[in-house]
């Protein structure tokens, strides 16, 4: 079974309010049935991101956490659906900063997006 929460790296999607996907790269955390990713001080043109504005337009999104290897029986990949929020969740950020050295060291400003999980799709490449 693929080991989600220990991926450091997703692919989050969102759709803008003409249908048009956008996808990013996130680092994230699992709490429970919960995933949470936070607005980081990596450089941005802007801090008025896309995927903000996408998700209080349309809170449903989906996170692919994959893993690629060049031996290909070690492929695999996992789908989450959910609704997301934008929120200010010092917890959310604690977990984060366990989970990534770098949030220890420069602390997300935030906000966090915090998404519920509704319904989890995966694949791998070898039966287990």
Same mark, same amino acid.
């Given at each position: 079974?693929? *080991?989600?929460?220990?991926?450091?790296?997703?692919?989050?999607?969102?759709? #803008? +309010? #003409?249908?048009?996907? $956008?996808? /990013?790269?996130?680092?994230?955390? &699992? *709490?429970?049935?919960? &995933?949470?990713t936070a607005v980081d001080e990596k450089p941005k043109r802007t801090r008025r991101l896309?995927? &903000?504005? =996408?998700?209080?337009? =349309?809170?449903? /999104?989906? /996170?692919?956490?994959? $893993? !690629?290897? #060049?031996?290909?029986?070690?492929?695999?990949?996992?789908?989450?659906?959910? +609704?997301?929020?934008?929120?200010? *969740?010092?917890?959310?950020?604690?977990? &984060?900063?366990?989970? !990534?050295?770098? !949030?220890?060291?420069?602390?997300?400003?935030?906000?966090v997006i915090a998404v519920e999980i509704e319904e989890r799709s995966e694949w791998t490449?070898?039966?287990?």
């Amino acid at each position: 079974m693929p *080991d989600v929460a220990a991926a450091r790296v997703a692919r989050l999607a969102t759709v #803008d +309010r #003409d249908g048009r996907p $956008h996808v /990013v790269p996130i680092c994230f955390v &699992l *709490d429970g049935e919960t &995933l949470y990713t936070a607005v980081d001080e990596k450089p941005k043109r802007t801090r008025r991101l896309k995927r &903000l504005e =996408n998700i209080e337009a =349309n809170p449903r /999104v989906e /996170v692919l956490v994959d $893993h !690629y290897e #060049d031996d290909w029986s070690k492929l695999w990949w996992v789908r989450l659906r959910g +609704r997301a929020r934008i929120v200010e *969740d010092p917890e959310a950020m604690a977990l &984060l900063a366990r989970k !990534y050295p770098q !949030y220890r060291e420069q602390p997300p400003a935030g906000p966090v997006i915090a998404v519920e999980i509704e319904e989890r799709s995966e694949w791998t490449s070898s039966p287990s």
